[in-house]
């Protein structure tokens, strides 16, 4: 009788052992809320500039989209085989 408490006591449903895993599993939680809460401050902040922050929006629209003002000058320059950047492998040693 007493194994079979003791056995239930350690294994069973309400067991030490399940009761250890789940402060384990909340501790996960818990870490992983603190992260979206994070992720969440920071995309509240983004909205923000975008709503209020014109000179944020003019700098993405400049990096992500090429955007330039009327009076600026646009120098573009050909990439050509010779300008690869060094750090590429060349084709014929990596056969």
């Known amino acids: 009788m007493i194994v079979l408490l003791f056995a239930l006591a350690f294994f069973g449903e309400r067991g030490i052992i399940r009761t250890f895993r789940m402060l384990e599993y909340r501790s996960e939680l818990q870490g ?11 995309l509240r902040h983004e ?28 120098y573009q320059f050909p990439r050509t085989p ?14």
């Open 32 to 42: 992983r809320i603190e992260q979206l809460e994070a992720e969440n401050r920071e």
């Open 47 to 74: 909205i923000e500039r975008l709503r209020n922050d014109y000179f944020y929006l003019e700098g993405l629209a400049r990096k992500n989209l090429g955007m330039v003002k009327e009076d600026e000058l646009v």
């Open 82 to 95: 010779d300008s690869a950047p060094a750090n590429t492998p060349d084709k014929s040693s990596a056969e």
